[in-house]
T-cell receptor, first 115, second 110 residues
Framework: EAGVVQSPRYKIIEKKQPVAFWCNPISGHNTLYWYRQNLGQGPELLIRYENEEAVDDSQLPKDRFSAERLKGVDSTLKIQPAELGDSAVYLC?????????????FGEGSRLTVL | AQSVTQLGSHVSVSEGALVLLRCNYSSSVPPYLFWYVQYPNQGLQLLLKYTSAATLVKGINGFEAEFKKSETSFHLTKPSAHMSDAAEYFCAVSGNQFYFGTGTSLTVIP
């Protein structure tokens, strides 16, 4: 089966510019996650979706970050405007429902550099 | 509250030597524990998981981990390191969400 697909793999922008990342989860995986991974750190959850519903977005900086998962499949994460501190790898993951006993499947990530 | 602590941000071993990566967890409920591996410029891939069955868990690529409740540990081991094992390793605990450790970078010296 196809894995989690993310695009773009790399993005370089200047501060205050907008940026968007796209994720296509594994077919049949109802749960979708966006993580941010800073250099030398582990992934940190930004938002979790169960189908179309964002069930955990407590760590999402809502003043500049937004996410959507229309139709409960693909998802987009947007940053507007980007700040220097947003430079990181943005990882998308998907899983079957009630997956905290199971496995997260990760995409290859989108590496953002903000100049 | 749940968390994991990985001891040692960098570990170097010689090819063929034992690999030991340390992870201690904190959990108020019986934990589900995981080890993930991340190769350069790639996403995370599951190595193995503990979900309250056998305390010794075997994973892919010859890795295994032992759940020790008395020590709140879930250390990752491999008897003989291979060059291809060089990567970043993350321990994680799950409850209402996944909590990842800060990672251990493994270097294998030829």
């Amino acid at each position: 089966e196809a894995g989690v697909v993310q695009s773009p793999r790399y993005k370089i922008i200047e501060k205050k510019q907008p940026v968007a990342f796209w994720c296509n989860p594994i077919s049949g995986h109802n749960t979708l996650y966006w993580y941010r991974q800073n250099l030398g750190q582990g992934p940190e959850l930004l938002i979790r979706y169960e189908n179309e519903e964002a069930v955990d977005d407590s760590q999402l900086p809502k003043d500049r970050f937004s996410a959507e998962r229309l139709k409960g499949v693909d998802s987009t994460l947007k940053i507007q405007p980007a700040e220097l501190g947003d430079s990181a790898v943005y990882l998308c993951a998907s899983s079957r429902p009630s997956a905290y006993t199971g496995e997260l499947f990760f995409g290859e990530g989108s590496r953002l550099t903000v100049l | 509250a749940q968390s994991v602590t990985q001891l040692g941000s960098h570990v170097s071993v010689s090819e063929g030597a034992l690999v030991l990566l340390r992870c201690n967890y904190s959990s108020s409920v019986p934990p589900y524990l995981f080890w993930y591996v991340q190769y350069p410029n790639q996403g995370l891939q599951l190595l193995l998981k503990y979900t309250s069955a056998a305390t010794l868990v075997k994973g892919i690529n010859g890795f295994e981990a032992e759940f020790k409740k008395s020590e709140t540990s879930f250390h990752l081991t491999k008897p003989s390191a291979h060059m291809s094992d060089a990567a970043e390793y993350f321990c994680a605990v799950s409850g209402n969400q996944f909590y990842f450790g800060t990672g251990t970078s493994l270097t294998v010296i030829p």
